[in-house]
């Protein structure tokens, strides 16, 4: 079995990881309107643990795009590389 991988497609799943991390960074505070204090006190805590929680996720997922798009510059380097040994044989057998 084969895996097969492309800078293109480690470039793509770089973008998408970036998107989702900044979706989940992205939480807006709920409404906590009416005179049930207990209430928006327990709301604001378990939204404190939401955001929290987005963030180490949100980092996470950037961290992740980031290795992918090194990744990616890594396999186009690798096969720019191969590409001109390939290349310089190539020039040696014909000299021959």
Sequence with gaps: ??????????LTAAARCEQHGASLTAVSPPSTAGSFEP?????????????TAGDRLGARMAS????LAS???GYTTTDEDNAGQ???????????
């Excluded at 992740?64 to 290795?67: D, G």
């Excluded at 390939?86 to 021959?96: E, K, L, P, Q, S």
């Design 86 to 96: 390939i290349a310089c044989v190539g020039d040696a057998m014909t000299a021959v």
């Design 39 to 51: 209430s928006v006190a327990a709301v604001r805590a378990a939204h404190a643990m939401v955001v």
């Design 71 to 73: 990744a990616a510059q």
């Design 1 to 10: 079995m084969a895996i097969e991988v492309s800078a293109e497609g480690l």
């Design 64 to 67: 992740t795009a980031s290795l």
